[in-house]
């Protein structure tokens, strides 16, 4: 089995990730006013799909984000913030 693996651009945003039963939990912090606007970007991006409760934003103080996403969309939220490069680097690590 493969998992995805990444590398934070520390110098826009803060990242954590917590996995939860059937989702997982991130916490990011805008360190910059263009991050905050990529970061505006891929939620906007998510909420202009059809399914609304794949991805879930709530915007807390100070440019941080609380995002709780769905299993199955884990690599494409991972994709986006890349696409956008607030992800340096992705890539898959074996883990048998």
Known sequence: MDKLVYQVNDSLI????????????????????????????????FDSDKIYTDILFYSRKNGE??????????????AHLFQLQLIRSVSWKNIS
Not at 22 to 40: Q, S, Y
Not at 65 to 78: D, G, T, W
Request: net charge positive; proline share 2%.
């Open 14 to 45: 803060a990242l954590t990730e917590q996995k939860n039963e059937g989702d997982v939990e991130f916490l990011i912090k805008a360190k910059t006013d263009e991050a905050l606007n990529r970061l505006r970007a891929v939620r906007q991006f």
């Open 65 to 78: 984000f609380q995002v709780i996403v769905r299993k199955n969309v884990y690599a494409p939220f991972i």
